[in-house]
Structure formats: C-alpha cells, structure tokens
C-alpha cells in the first residue's frame, strides 16, 4: 500500500503526522488493517515518503487512541473486548444518571443553568453548520457529556466519568464513522438540554438513557463489523 504525501502536509495544511494519524486511524477503524499486522516507522515512512518523526508522533497518538499497542519490534492493532466496552458503558450511564437523579432526588440541589444555557449556544451553532463526518468528533461529544453532568454540581462524579471517557474514547469515535450521526447527536443533545432547562428531568433522563443506549448499539455494530475484516488473514 502506498499513500505518500507531500511536505509540509498534503495540501490542506495539516501537519504530516496529522496526514499519517488521520490516514492509519481511518484503516484502523475500517479492518483495513488486520489484527498481527505489524506496523514499523521504517515502512511506514517509505510509504508515506516522509522521515520517521512524523509518523513516530502519529503512531504515538495512535497508541493514547487505544487503537494500537506497543510491541518488541513496531505497533499492532488492538483487539476490543466487548465484553470490558459493555461495563464501561454501563458505568458511564451510571454516572450521568446520576447526575439527573442527584438533581431530582434532593430540592436544595439545581443544576448551573448558566452552564447548561452556554452549551446549548454552544450546539445550536454546531447545529447552524454541522461538521464533516469524522471520528474525532467523540472530543466534542464528550465535552457535552462532562458539561452535563459538572452542572450537576459532584466534582467526583465528573472525574469518575473523565476518566470513562478516556478508556472508551478508541471505540467511542465508530460512532461517528456513518451518515448522519453527528446531526443526529446534535438534535439529541439540544433535546436533552432543552428537558433540563425545562425542569423535565424524567424526560431528560430518559432522553439522555436513550441517547447513550444508541451510541452503544452503533459502536458495537461497529466494531464488530471491523474485528471481522481484521480477522480475515489472521
């Protein structure tokens, strides 16, 4: 396989090892790249026709994605567990129900509307002119998910959801490789905040129960989809 850019980058001004990041996590995402694969610096950079810096920091990126590991000799693609991904997700609807039931279940206890109302600027624009179909969208996603539940106003329980985030993030981004999912978490975003703003909050925690369930479903399908293409040639 052959992809060699052109420095600086490849005309759109991105940095090279954001055109080696972008390229492999794409193959990566897809089973274009099959489990027991080993990846080097050396082939690919006489497949990208660049030096071995730029790729050494997409690779490095690659390995905080949780999509590669780290071997003796190169990287390797790394196998999902379902299993594990299902009780992370378990935990993290866990915690952001926790932050409407906190809310609901307490009167001295409200959530920090001037937050909530700033992120609903903040999605509405987002909503006016929706961004191209990407899996780094999970990043932004994941901001709405944090500013949620911090206007519940537990300190810990964000934390505890941070640190979620950062262990389901590699397989979070299959969420945003199919049409429409990004409009799609938009319009449930604005919904979710429009309930809580409302005082709705069983309605917003169902909306918000519905809206994770619905990540999961595409994730795993996803995934699945990927571990069988990078299973072919093992």
């Not at 906190?102 to 999605?123: C, F, G, K, M, Q």
Request: proline share 4%.
């Amino acid at each position: 396989m052959s992809t060699r850019v052109d420095a600086p980058g490849d005309g759109s001004g991105r940095p090279l090892r954001d055109v080696v990041y972008s390229t492999l996590r794409g193959e990566l995402m897809n089973g274009d790249i099959r489990f027991g694969q080993r990846l080097t610096e050396p082939k690919l950079s006489t497949r990208f026709g660049i030096s071995r810096t730029p790729v050494r920091e997409a690779l490095t990126m690659l390995c905080s994605d949780g999509l590669l590991q780290r071997e003796e000799f190169g990287f390797s693609p790394v196998r999902p567990s379902v299993a594990r991904i299902r009780d992370l997700y378990e935990l993290r609807l866990t915690l952001e129900l926790g932050g409407m039931t906190r809310v609901r279940s307490d009167p001295r206890i409200t959530h920090d509307a001037a937050l909530l109302r700033a992120e609903r600027h903040r999605w509405l624009t987002l909503q006016a002119d929706p961004p191209a179909q990407e899996p780094g969208f999970v990043v932004v996603d994941e901001e709405f998910h944090v500013a949620l539940l911090t206007a519940a106003g537990n300190a810990e329980m964000v934390r505890a959801l941070v640190a979620v985030n950062s262990r389901i993030r590699h397989v979070r981004m299959y969420d945003f490789m199919i049409n429409n999912r990004i409009e799609t978490t938009i319009s449930e975003h604005l919904g979710i905040l429009d309930a809580v703003l409302a005082g709705d909050l069983t309605l917003a925690e169902r909306l918000l129960h519905t809206h994770i369930g619905d990540s999961l479903d595409v994730v795993l399908d996803r995934i699945s989809r990927a571990v069988a293409a990078m299973s072919l040639s093992e």
